[in-house]
């Protein structure tokens, strides 16, 4: 099989962001994109880089093709067509032998023998591989190459255009199209090129299929479950982001907390994961196999002062806190965040520092924690791109000049500079948190609930003292969206960690 992989592109959208370095050429996990796409084929020999002529003296592009020199570099002149008119132009369609075609920014999760036994039991003239539902990129309603299918038989593909109003579910190609020949790859090609068939005037590879579907030929889809998406500066960008916080959470580092009263409230009723079919309270979440709770608990040196409130009907059992006074069960259910957190706040016998910590939240492992001379430390998380998709899940916080300008409580954030309230917060002690707690509930008699976000405004209308301790590699789980992708990000990073 002769393998194809178009590089001629310019990343134009890489450019205007800052990234100067070619795409294929980005690192993720340490290697080069181009090395992940590479993996996804064992044991093959033929497989040809297409390259511009406009990059053959360029010598830092030649400095990183020289990292691939067991693969075949094609020089083209450069086509405005995309990388239909660049396959056309290298000549390499021009055999009998079966062609698999793949971009240069995306790397999946597959079984490589099982793609080609697929094409000895059917003998297709055409596959597709595809995926659909949760992806880290699928979220945001984006457009790719939708598919229309009936089991494995492909009956409809159709560039940046979905089949129906539910994307999230339809397939999806990754990029990696097989053809029967190379022959059959450029007479549809040209076809396409004939019929002027431009999707932003260029020759995408999906467009040839659909001619081969309206002539009746036999075409395949073959399931991804794992997709990592590359092809755009906010997709690489995320990607990295979430690998960081997989890695947060492996750590073995700790949060020195001595002198500080750690309030874990815990007692809320998980309504997001129940109505998504989760049984267990959040608490009790398997996150790399270690209870969610447990993650928290261990994240912490020093923390011989936690206090954790938890409903009588949660399931909790954990070693370190058997048959503890530390524990306490409530058998009602709160009224809301801050009423939870009050309950604790109360047990606690001394004027030292409380971190009131969320039960579905692991801090970045490489933070210090000093309450200096403020009333209050806030704990937030920036750059957090899933968070600005569904603002209305969240608390925020927004910057005029570095200084904290406002709040908006599960509102639209001020700009993109604004930062996500974690649910971890200091306070300089307990009267702080008790006072502000009634302050706000008077001032708010018609919230249904009061969050700690709330007081943490009171707070700032007051004049008081805060200072906000943000860190990309915080990690929240407290939606099942959240906690999904993040075990969806974990098998990703063992994947790409032993390729």
């Given at each position: 099989m002769k393998i194809i992989i178009p590089m001629t592109g310019k990343s134009t959208r890489f450019k205007k962001s800052g990234i100067k370095t070619p795409k294929q050429f980005l690192k993720i996990q340490n290697k080069y994109i181009l090395e992940h796409i590479i993996n996804m084929f064992p044991g093959e020999k033929d497989i040809n880089l297409l390259v511009s002529n406009e990059d053959k003296e360029n010598l830092e592009f030649s400095n990183y093709l020289s990292h691939f020199d067991d693969l075949i570099v094609h020089y083209i002149d450069y086509q405005y067509s995309g990388p239909g008119g660049a396959l056309l132009e290298s000549n390499l369609l021009d055999t009998e032998d079966d062609v698999l075609i793949n971009y240069c920014d995306f790397a999946n999760i597959w079984n490589w023998e099982d793609f080609k036994q697929l094409i000895r039991n059917k003998r297709p003239d055409g596959i597709v591989p595809a995926y659909h539902g949760q992806h880290p990129h699928s979220i945001y309603n984006n457009d790719y190459a939708f598919i229309k299918n009936n089991e494995d038989k492909i009956e409809g593909i159709q560039e940046k255009k979905s089949f129906t109003d539910n994307k999230i579910q339809e397939y999806a190609s990754s990029g990696t199209y097989y053809f029967k020949s190379g022959y059959l790859a450029k007479k549809y090609i040209n076809k396409v090129f004939d019929l002027k068939q431009f999707v932003n005037d260029e020759v995408y590879i999906s467009t040839p299929f659909q001619e081969m579907i309206n002539d009746?030929?036999?075409?395949?889809?073959?399931?991804?479950?794992?997709?990592?998406?590359?092809?755009?500066?906010?997709?690489?960008?995320?990607?990295?982001?979430?690998?960081?916080?997989?890695?947060?959470?492996?750590?073995?580092?700790?949060?020195?907390?001595?002198?500080?009263?750690?309030?874990?409230?815990?007692?809320?009723?998980?309504?997001?994961?129940?109505?998504?079919?989760?049984?267990?309270?959040?608490?009790?979440?398997?996150?790399?196999?270690?209870?969610?709770?447990?993650h928290i608990l261990n994240s912490f040196s020093k923390n011989d002062k936690t206090k954790?409130?938890?409903?009588?009907?949660?399931?909790?059992?954990?070693?370190?806190?058997?048959?503890?006074?530390?524990?306490?069960?409530?058998?009602?259910?709160?009224?809301?965040?801050?009423?939870?957190?009050?309950?604790?706040?109360?047990?606690?016998?001394?004027?030292?520092?409380?971190?009131?910590?969320?039960?579905?939240?692991?801090?970045?492992?490489?933070?210090?924690?000093?309450?200096?001379?403020?009333?209050?430390?806030?704990?937030?998380?920036?750059?957090?791109?899933?968070?600005?998709?569904?603002?209305?899940?969240?608390?925020?916080?927004?910057?005029?000049?570095?200084?904290?300008?406002?709040?908006?409580?599960?509102?639209?954030?001020?700009?993109?500079?604004?930062?996500?309230?974690?649910?971890?917060?200091?306070?300089?002690?307990?009267?702080?948190?008790?006072?502000?707690?009634?302050?706000?509930?008077?001032?708010?008699?018609?919230?249904?609930?009061?969050?700690?976000?709330?007081l943490v405004e009171t707070a700032f209308n007051d004049q008081l003292k805060i200072d906000v301790l943000s860190s990309e590699k915080n990690v929240m789980l407290g939606t099942p969206l959240e906690f999904e992708l993040f075990e969806y990000m974990h098998l990703a990073k063992e994947y790409l960690d032993q390729k």
């Amino acid at each position: 099989m002769k393998i194809i992989i178009p590089m001629t592109g310019k990343s134009t959208r890489f450019k205007k962001s800052g990234i100067k370095t070619p795409k294929q050429f980005l690192k993720i996990q340490n290697k080069y994109i181009l090395e992940h796409i590479i993996n996804m084929f064992p044991g093959e020999k033929d497989i040809n880089l297409l390259v511009s002529n406009e990059d053959k003296e360029n010598l830092e592009f030649s400095n990183y093709l020289s990292h691939f020199d067991d693969l075949i570099v094609h020089y083209i002149d450069y086509q405005y067509s995309g990388p239909g008119g660049a396959l056309l132009e290298s000549n390499l369609l021009d055999t009998e032998d079966d062609v698999l075609i793949n971009y240069c920014d995306f790397a999946n999760i597959w079984n490589w023998e099982d793609f080609k036994q697929l094409i000895r039991n059917k003998r297709p003239d055409g596959i597709v591989p595809a995926y659909h539902g949760q992806h880290p990129h699928s979220i945001y309603n984006n457009d790719y190459a939708f598919i229309k299918n009936n089991e494995d038989k492909i009956e409809g593909i159709q560039e940046k255009k979905s089949f129906t109003d539910n994307k999230i579910q339809e397939y999806a190609s990754s990029g990696t199209y097989y053809f029967k020949s190379g022959y059959l790859a450029k007479k549809y090609i040209n076809k396409v090129f004939d019929l002027k068939q431009f999707v932003n005037d260029e020759v995408y590879i999906s467009t040839p299929f659909q001619e081969m579907i309206n002539d009746k030929l036999d075409i395949r889809l073959f399931h991804i479950n794992y997709f990592f998406q590359w092809g755009t500066p906010e997709d690489y960008y995320e990607f990295i982001y979430n690998l960081n916080e997989v890695g947060n959470v492996n750590s073995t580092n700790k949060i020195d907390t001595k002198d500080i009263n750690i309030l874990i409230p815990a007692a809320g009723e998980s309504s997001r994961f129940k109505a998504k079919g989760y049984t267990d309270s959040k608490i009790n979440l398997e996150v790399n196999d270690i209870k969610l709770i447990d993650h928290i608990l261990n994240s912490f040196s020093k923390n011989d002062k936690t206090k954790l409130l938890i409903h009588k009907d949660d399931n909790f059992k954990n070693n370190k806190f058997k048959d503890s006074q530390n524990i306490f069960n409530i058998e009602e259910r709160t009224s809301g965040q801050a009423e939870s957190c009050l309950k604790l706040v109360e047990k606690v016998v001394d004027s030292k520092p409380i971190l009131i910590h969320s039960a579905d939240c692991i801090l970045d492992k490489e933070l210090e924690i000093d309450m200096g001379d403020n009333d209050i430390v806030l704990f937030t998380k920036n750059n957090y791109r899933r968070a600005f998709f569904q603002y209305q899940n969240y608390g925020w916080v927004n910057f005029d000049n570095n200084k904290i300008n406002s709040f908006s409580i599960k509102q639209k954030p001020k700009d993109n500079l604004s930062s996500v309230i974690t649910g971890v917060f200091l306070f300089k002690n307990k009267e702080t948190y008790i006072n502000l707690y009634r302050k706000t509930k008077e001032q708010n008699k018609d919230l249904k609930e009061i969050h700690v976000d709330n007081l943490v405004e009171t707070a700032f209308n007051d004049q008081l003292k805060i200072d906000v301790l943000s860190s990309e590699k915080n990690v929240m789980l407290g939606t099942p969206l959240e906690f999904e992708l993040f075990e969806y990000m974990h098998l990703a990073k063992e994947y790409l960690d032993q390729k």
